[in-house]
Each structure stands twice: as structure tokens, then as C-alpha cells.
């Protein structure tokens, strides 16, 4: 195998009709698969999404496989080949594309737990550690290491699927090296030494997808997983050691059609835009290759920046396209052909990765020293920037200060000015009183009034006096004026121009404190990390240290050894993390005899997407399990809409008799659709239970005796899902109003359109309340002032009345009893966005049903997921205890909620905190300032309530900043 350009090799796979599909007219006769060709008949039908003509096409692949192909055959075409490049260090790439259901999934991954279902994923896992083995037969001084990490980008943000806790949720970050290429930082590398250990990590990040999707109510088909395998291996020949590596990507991309639905409807595009950001910049980037037009926009998103390699770069890569022949799915049919199509064009350029650990460790270090020496470089020039700055803006100051006093000095004058010239008038004013008084007077008061005219003259002089000062004083002030003008001009340039110097550096900074972020996870990936040697494999390293003294072993065989140590040290703690997350999630077997636990009774979940169906088991012991959000007092934990702290209770009696209870009657419970009374329902094996409107599950009990009871084994979501719809029931707070309106209906329309009204006012009931548990599961900052979702029936002039649905604001202070309710008419009139408050409630949105659950509710199950992958805290309550005012703060995160007790100071001191933390400086600007506070006297004069109100929402301002810009880590201290 040389070194050189290659093209993509593209395969297209056609999946069996599925039922909906024979539903719809089965295949059509439009497309004839041969074994390196699809040939697209030219027709004269289409639907409204494709033209309605098309001349014949056809589209070359290098392999078709039609329906009758196995797991094993596609492998061998596809993931064998990769494989073995990757054995002889080439880098490769296996993604599948295609649409929603189309078979991606079963094709990358299938059914890892038996052997003829497994895709090329788990396949090519397997046959990695066999062709390992092989090697080392061949060469005992073959040693490998091999690495897997497992990723999702969900939104254009990338999550770990193999980390847990609370890192779990950090969103990570992708970088082009310009050596190493694309790095995503902070990505758990876990070791791997056989295919159980792969399994292990395809389960749990499988689990992780469907807890993830369960709590967003979402589908994985929105999502793109990456699982890569890092393969290092060092043989020994002819006493020459020579390393290599390979990185092999296995990537299962989102559905390919979202894009289409998604542009139908406006609200939606504006919304999700970063859900199928990835793949359409994909497939620009797939254009430009393929054309060799322009440079393709791999920055745009996170997926094509982490693929880059394998787009373009050395790698060594495959496309599968997934595709149904079905008549119904042609439109996605033929977009999914032209993007294979394009595919093909595409060439890479893959290079053998001959290079020695050592080699690698050493380049990283001297990177990083030369980075640390810029790094240092760029503090000494920003802190000498900041001290001239400092200077500038001092003296800019003092000249300001040398303006101002010139200026109260002429206030001054002018003001004594004045207070003359209004003295000069009352004298001239009594002098010419005086003249007119008799002659004889006026002699005797001569005297008198000589001392008048004495004083006139000297204030006349005084007059003359100061307003020669004041015009030197104008003179001067004029001059100092223009002064201060100059130095304010000069030294706003210097400003300027600094302060673009300083971000400019502050970049800089940033660029390469991540630089060296990655280079240090990397020197850490290649290097043997003894710190993260937990202390028991230390004990384990101390032994083997000793068995080697005693054995008299060589120092690179004790290397070696203790490399292995470190490596197995680490598996083994990735492992217990896993099993412990796991167990927090409810999905363990604590309390059941390990020999009763083939009997215990347990749930299993239904999903969407056949790929995470059934893959989070839940097991009931005997006894009371309670399931809801609250980690503490419940065996299994769920998050999502509906889902409350405690949600229901099952109680297990013999491992025989199962019942199920709601917690309160709000506890939204169904039992194959039927909503559970606060009395209770007994379970049979294969009912399914609905928990909140997130979380679907089979009942498995293998001692029942019905053994399969009321429900079907072989019970899919959709099928549940019918089950709930068919049973829903009119919410009963509107069941009057809904009363009235049929009334009205059926005397005016007749039966059948007062049977429709029903009918959609129990949809509405139903997705109205699902609006309200994602809205309530939102952080209050993402809420858009939208209080509660209501039904309203609306009549008007033209025909039938129409279900509507209609937002509510409430103002918090106002008395529950005063609704105002608004006309239609005048809410047109006067838009949402300029109302003001006016009462307790008012509406602020108002949407026929059909186009609130199209446009609407996608919008606020977005707002709902983002809160699940971001925490959000609200100021719950607030209490005088002494004078002092106390914040009751509740922290939402997994739907679960943790309250903290706050003092203003504790804000105070927060906020100094983290100013101070230069790392922080560039995420936190822009930082709204704390509301200030007020002594005692102010705050009366404010009046008291408003005061409050504003330093609350202020403080609530502050939180939601801090909420959204700082990962739960950084906040530890405060939250
Ligand atoms: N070649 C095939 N043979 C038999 N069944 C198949 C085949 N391809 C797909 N299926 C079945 O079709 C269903 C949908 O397939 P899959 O989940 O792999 O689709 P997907 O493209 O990954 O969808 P999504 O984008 O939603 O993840 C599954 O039940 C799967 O078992």
C-alpha cells in the first residue's frame, strides 16, 4: 500500500421495506440496484417534494449492496479493508449517511449482542484485537495500545458519551493542530485490551444517547456518534524498534432529511438552525471537494472540522449510504444517491503514521515549551501595554482635573459677577429715588449721598475689575480647554489603539493557553501518567517493581510492564466510574440475590429509535421502588418532561405480584395508555408503562404466571404511543368550557362535528400539557415571558369553532381571581411585544393547534433540552431573617433540583472571585454588574417592594449569566 491520493470509497446499502413502507405501495419501480450501479428510471410521477419528471440517471458506486446482503458481507467490503490499513498506520473513516431509518445504525453498530447482527463497528473491534493477537505470534516484541473515545454532537455541541459525572455535561471543543490535525479537548480516552471492553464502552455510551434523548424528549436521529479507535503499536526488528499509530473513525451521522422538513417550516429553521448545521455544511464541504471549487467551509461546524482529515487529509476513507427503495421514501432516495455521488469524487491524501513514541512525546514538549515561551513573551508586552496605558489615562486625568477647577473658578467669578450687577442696579435705582426728593433735603443729605456715589463708583470699578479676570480666566479656561482636548484626542488614540492591541493579545493568550491545554492531554495520552494511577494500582506498580528486582529484569521490559500497570490502572478506574453512573441512574441489580436475578422483574425501555430500544434496564427488587428525578429517594432516576422529584411507586411483592401507584394525584402514570388512579394498577408482564411524557418502558416480569399478560412482547414505541393517543382524555379544567362549545356544536352543526370538536380538544389537552411540562422543565431566562399554555375554543363568523391554543404571562403579584381576558380584536391591535402588563394574566400568543405542535413545540422542547444539557438556577425564595435578606436558590440540572441559601454579600464576594480570575476574564465579559445595594433610608425612598423586586431580578439577571457562561465546576463555591 503506497502513500498518495485515494478516493473516498463510496458503498450504497438498500434496507427491506418496512411495514409502513409496504403500507405506503411498497417499492417502487423507479430505482434497479446492480452490484456497482443504481439506475434511476426516467418517470413521470413524483411527489410534491421532487420534480415531477426526470430524464434516467445513473449513479456509480464501488459497491451496491441490495437487501439480500448480510452484516458480515458489508463488513468484510467495507471494514475489513479499513481495518487493515489501519493495521499497516493509515489513518480511516467509516461514516454512514442516509435518511431517518434507513438503516445506519443497523449498519454501524446493529445488534452487538449476537454475532450475525453486528455491524461494522463492533465487527471491526473484534477483528482488531484478532489481527493484534496475530502480530504478536509473529513478533513477541509486538506490543499495542489501544484507545477508544465515543462522542456525540448534539446542536453543533459535542458531548462526551464515555465521561461521567459532571464533566459529562461540559460541551467540548474542537481545534485544528496544525500537525496533528483536528483535536477535541478533554475527550475520555479509554483503554481497551479486548472486544468486552469495547462492548462495554458501545453499551454505556448507547445508554448515555438514550437517557440523553429520553430526558429531551428527542430521537437519536438528530444526533451524529463518532466512536474512534486509536491504535499505537511498537515492534522490535532486526533490533530496530519502530512505532506507529492509526486513528479509525466509525461515525453514525443524524438523519439526512431533517434538513428538508426542517426549511418547511420558518420558526423551526430559525430555531434549530444548529441541529442540521453539520450536515449541510457537510455537504458544501462534500461539493467543493468534488468540484475543486473554493475552499470548503470546514470551520462552520463541529463535525466537518473534526472530519477534516478524513475528508481531505490523510485518511484513508468510506461512505456507506443508506438508502429504502420504497416508493414513499424517494425523494430522500435520490438526495442520498447524488451525495454518494458527489462522495465519490473526493480524494484524500493518506500517509503511513511511522512515528516513535519518544519521537512524538518529544515534539509535544518542545510545542509546548516554545508555546510557554511565547506565551511568556506575550504577558511581558500586555503588562508593559497596561502600565503605559495606566500612565496615559493618569495623566489624561489630572489635566481633567486642572480643566474642571478652571472652570468652577470662572462659576465662581460669574456668580460674584451677578451678585454686583444686581447691586449696582438697586443703588442706581435709590439714587434716582433720591433725585427726585426736594432740593432742600438733598443738600442736607449731601454728605450721605456723597458717600452713595463713592460707593457706586467703587462698585462700577470692582464691576470693571472682575470682568477683567474673567476674561483672562475665559482666556485661560479657553486654552486649558483646547489642551485637554488635544491630550483627550491623543490619548483616546492611544486608547484605541492599545485596547485593540490587548484583545488582539488577549486572542493570542487564549490561542495558546488551548494549545497548550491540548498538548498537554496529549503528552498525557502518550506518556505514561503516573498521577492518574489510582492508589491501588500503585500498590499493584510497587509489586510488580518488586517482581521485576527479584527477576532482575531489563529497564525497558520495566518500563513496558509499568506502562501496562498504568494502562490497566486507568481502564479499571474508567470502569468503576461507569459501573457507579450506572448505579446513580437507577440501572443496577443492588438489593437482588445475584442467583434471583434472572426472575427479578424490571423495566426496559421503549425508544424511537431500534438501536436504543431496550437498552436501559431497570431492575425492581421486592419491595417499594420509587421512581422520579430525585436521586436519593428514588431506585430508578428519570428526567424530563412530566417527570417530578417522585413520580410513582412499584411495589414488587415475591417477585410475582407487581403493582404500581401515583405518587399524587398530578403524577402523570399510564398503564398501556390508560391513565393510573391514585388507587393503584396491577402490572402483568409486557404492559407498558408511561412515566411523566419522557420515559416509555416494557414491564418485564419473568415468574408472572400470565406470562405475557395484557401486553405483546414484541411491543414497539410507535405502537405505545397509539395506545396513549387513543386514550386521552380531556384535561378536566376544561371539560365545562368544552361541554358549552359541543353544546353549541351539535345544535347548530349536528353530532359528527361536535365528535371532531371532542376530538381535538383531547389532542390539544395532550399537547398542551406536554407544552406546560417543557415549559416548566426550561430555565425561567429562556422562557420568553410565557407563563402557561391554556385551551381556548374559538368561534368565529366563518364556520366551525377551532381549537386554539393560547399563551398566558402572569404577573406575579397580582390576586389569582383577576383574569382579564382579552378580545381577539384588541390583542391584534395592540402586538405581544409593545403591550404592557394590564392585570394578572394576559395573552401573548395565540395558535391553531395544528401549526402550535408543527412550529411551537418544537420550539420549546429545544429550550427544554438545552436545559438539560445546561444547568439553570432560579432565586426560588426570598426571606428577611434580621435585616438580612436571604435568596433561596434552586439549581435545576437532570431534572433534579438542589437549593442553596444566599446573602447579598455571598454575591459580593463571588463577583470579586471570579473577576479576578484572568482565565475567566474573556468568557465573562460582558458581565452585568450586581445590582447595587441600598442603606436603609434608600431603599424607603425607593419603596421597599420595588426595591426588592429590582435587586431580585437583577440578582436572577446575574445568575442566568453566570449559568450560561460557566460550567458547574467553575461556579463550585457559589452553587
Ligand atoms: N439491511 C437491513 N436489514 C434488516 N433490517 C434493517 C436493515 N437496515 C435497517 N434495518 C432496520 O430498520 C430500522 C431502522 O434502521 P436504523 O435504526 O439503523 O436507521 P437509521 O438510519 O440509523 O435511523 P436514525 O437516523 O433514526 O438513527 C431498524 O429496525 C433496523 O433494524
Not at 445513473?58 to 481495518?83: C, K, M, N, W
Not at 454686583?420 to 432742600?440: T, Y
Request: hydrophobic share 35%; glycine share 6%; charged share 30%.
Amino acid at each position: 500500500m503506497a502513500d498518495g491520493a485515494n478516493s473516498v470509497f463510496v458503498a450504497v446499502r438498500c434496507r427491506p421495506p418496512n411495514q409502513k413502507e409496504r403500507a405506503h405501495g411498497g417499492d417502487g419501480d423507479s430505482l434497479v440496484i446492480m452490484p456497482d450501479r443504481v439506475l434511476l428510471k426516467a418517470s413521470d410521477w413524483g411527489d410534491k417534494d421532487i420534480e415531477h419528471h426526470w430524464e434516467q440517471k445513473e449513479f456509480g458506486y464501488d459497491h451496491v449492496f441490495d437487501d439480500s446482503f448480510t452484516q458480515e458481507r458489508v463488513y468484510d467490503a467495507i471494514g475489513e479493508p479499513l481495518l487493515k490499513n489501519a493495521m499497516n498506520a493509515y489513518n480511516g473513516c467509516v461514516f454512514a449517511y442516509g435518511q431517518t431509518g434507513s438503516g445506519k445504525t443497523h449498519s454501524m453498530v446493529g445488534d452487538a449482542s449476537n454475532e450475525a447482527g453486528r455491524g461494522i463497528q463492533p465487527r471491526a473491534c473484534m477483528r482488531l484485537f484478532e489481527l493484534l493477537a496475530e502480530k504478536q505470534k509473529e513478533n513477541t516484541s509486538f506490543q499495542a495500545t489501544v484507545l477508544a473515545t465515543y462522542m456525540e454532537i448534539y446542536n453543533e455541541k459535542i458531548f462526551d458519551l464515555l465521561s461521567v459525572g459532571e464533566s459529562s455535561k461540559d460541551e467540548l471543543n474542537v481545534r485544528l493542530h496544525p500537525t496533528l490535525g483536528p483535536i477535541v479537548a478533554n475527550l475520555k480516552e479509554c483503554p481497551i485490551q479486548n472486544y468486552s471492553d469495547a462492548a462495554e464502552l458501545f453499551d454505556f455510551g448507547a445508554k448515555r444517547r438514550a437517557v440523553g434523548a429520553t430526558q429531551m424528549n428527542e430521537t437519536s436521529s438528530r444526533s451524529h456518534a463518532i466512536f474512534t479507535v486509536q491504535i499505537r503499536t511498537s515492534v522490535k526488528v532486526s533490533g530496530v524498534t519502530t512505532e506507529s499509530q492509526a486513528k479509525v473513525h466509525f461515525v453514525d451521522l443524524a438523519g439526512s432529511e431533517r434538513q428538508k422538513k426542517t426549511q418547511a417550516s420558518g420558526t423551526r429553521l430559525k430555531e434549530g438552525i444548529g441541529i442540521n448545521q453539520s450536515l449541510s455544511t457537510l455537504s458544501r464541504v462534500i461539493s467543493d471537494l468534488s468540484t475543486g471549487r473554493g475552499l470548503p467551509p470546514f470551520r462552520e461546524s463541529k463535525l466537518t472540522l473534526l472530519l477534516k482529515d478524513a475528508l481531505m487529509g490523510n485518511s484513508r476513507t468510506a461512505l456507506l449510504a443508506c438508502i429504502s427503495t420504497a416508493r414513499y421514501n424517494l425523494a430522500e432516495t435520490i438526495s442520498t444517491l447524488e451525495f454518494a455521488a458527489r462522495c465519490k469524487l473526493v480524494k484524500t491524501q493518506a500517509r503511513r503514521n511511522e512515528e516513535s513514541r519518544a519521537d512524538v512525546i518529544q515534539k509535544l514538549t518542545a510545542e509546548k515549551e516554545a508555546i510557554e515561551n511565547q506565551l511568556q513573551l506575550e504577558r511581558t508586552r500586555s503588562d508593559e501595554l497596561c502600565a503605559r496605558l495606566q500612565m496615559e489615562l493618569e495623566k489624561s486625568e489630572q489635566s481633567e482635573r486642572g480643566a474642571q477647577e478652571a472652570i468652577s473658578a470662572k462659576r465662581e467669578i460669574e456668580e460674584k459677577l451677578q451678585e454686583l450687577e444686581l447691586e449696582h442696579a438697586s443703588l442706581a435705582k435709590a439714587l434716582e429715588e433720591k433725585s427726585a426728593q426736594d432740593l432742600e433735603s438733598r443738600r442736607a443729605d449731601a454728605v450721605a449721598e456723597e458717600g452713595e456715589v463713592v460707593k457706586r463708583r467703587d462698585s462700577v470699578q470692582e464691576r470693571e475689575r472682575l470682568a477683567e479676570q474673567l476674561a483672562a480666566l475665559e482666556e485661560r479656561k479657553r486654552h486649558e480647554i483646547s489642551e485637554l482636548e488635544e491630550r483627550e484626542r491623543t490619548s483616546q488614540e492611544l486608547r484605541d489603539k492599545l485596547e485593540v492591541e490587548l484583545k488582539a493579545q488577549q486572542e493570542r493568550e487564549q490561542m495558546f493557553q488551548q494549545q497548550m491545554e491540548d498538548l498537554r492531554a496529549l503528552q498525557e495520552s502518550w506518556a505514561v501518567d503516573q498521577q492518574s494511577i489510582p492508589p491501588t494500582s500503585l500498590t499493584a506498580t510497587a509489586g510488580v517493581l518488586a517482581r521485576l528486582a527479584e527477576e532482575g529484569a531489563q529497564p525497558l521490559g520495566r518500563v513496558a510492564e509499568l506502562h501496562d500497570v498504568a494502562r490497566e490502572a486507568r481502564r479499571e478506574e474508567q470502569h468503576q466510574f461507569r459501573e457507579a453512573e450506572l448505579q446513580r441512574l437507577g440501572m443496577h441489580a443492588a438489593g437482588i440475590d445475584p442467583k434471583d436475578l434472572a426472575c427479578a422483574p424490571r423495566l426496559m425501555n421503549l425508544h424511537p429509535d431500534p438501536a436504543l430500544k431496550g437498552c436501559l434496564v431497570y431492575y425492581l427488587p421486592t419491595g417499594d421502588s420509587v421512581i422520579g428525578s430525585d436521586e436519593e429517594r428514588c431506585r430508578v432516576r428519570l428526567a424530563g418532561a412530566g417527570i417530578s422529584a417522585e413520580v410513582c411507586a412499584i411495589s414488587n411483592v415475591d417477585n410475582v405480584r407487581l403493582s404500581v401507584k401515583p405518587i399524587n394525584e398530578h403524577c402523570l402514570v399510564r398503564i398501556n395508555g390508560v391513565l393510573v388512579e391514585m388507587a393503584g394498577h396491577v402490572l402483568a408482564d409486557g404492559d407498558r408503562l408511561a412515566v411523566g411524557r419522557a420515559a416509555i418502558f416494557k414491564v418485564h416480569i419473568p415468574n408472572s404466571p400470565q406470562n405475557g399478560g395484557t401486553g405483546n412482547g414484541a411491543l414497539d414505541f410507535e405502537a405505545a404511543m397509539e395506545e396513549i393517543e387513543a386514550c386521552v382524555q380531556v384535561d378536566p379544567q376544561w371539560e365545562n368550557g368544552l361541554r358549552k362549545a359541543m353544546q353549541l356544536v351539535r345544535s347548530d352543526y349536528g353530532d359528527e362535528d361536535a365528535k371532531t370538536l371532542l376530538a381535538q380538544a383531547k389532542r390539544a389537552s395532550e399537547i398542551i400539557g406536554t407544552a406546560n411540562d417543557y415549559l416548566e422543565q426550561t430555565a425561567p431566562s429562556r422562557r420568553v415571558d410565557v407563563d402557561v399554555f391554556e385551551m381556548s375554543i374559538m368561534f368565529d363568523a366563518w364556520g366551525l369553532p377551532a381549537v386554539c391554543v393560547v399563551a398566558r404571562a402572569r404577573s406575579p403579584e397580582a390576586a389569582a381571581e383577576d383574569v382579564s381576558l382579552w378580545s381577539l380584536d384588541r390583542f391584534c391591535e395592540e402586538p405581544p411585544a409593545r403591550q404592557k402588563r394590564r392585570g394578572p394574566t394576559e395573552i401573548v400568543g395565540i395558535w391553531e393547534l395544528q401549526r402550535f405542535e408543527d412550529e411551537y413545540l418544537p420550539v420549546l422542547q429545544e429550550r427544554m433540552a438545552e436545559a438539560y444539557h445546561k444547568p439553570w438556577a432560579k432565586i426560588d425564595k426570598e426571606e428577611e431573617v434580621a435585616s438580612v435578606t436571604y435568596y433561596t436558590i434552586k439549581v435545576t440540572r437532570d431534572g433534579s433540583d438542589t437549593v442553596h441559601r444566599k446573602r447579598y454579600n455571598d454575591f459580593l464576594e463571588f463577583d470579586k472571585l471570579i473577576r479576578s480570575k484572568s482565565d475567566l476574564k474573556e468568557v465573562l465579559s460582558g458581565m452585568p454588574p450586581l445590582p447595587t445595594t441600598g442603606v436603609f433610608g434608600v431603599r424607603h425612598a425607593l419603596g421597599l417592594v420595588d426595591f426588592h423586586k429590582r435587586r431580585r431580578d437583577g440578582l436572577q439577571k446575574y445568575i442566568d449569566f453566570l449559568m450560561d457562561r460557566l460550567n458547574i465546576r467553575q461556579l463550585h463555591g457559589f452553587l
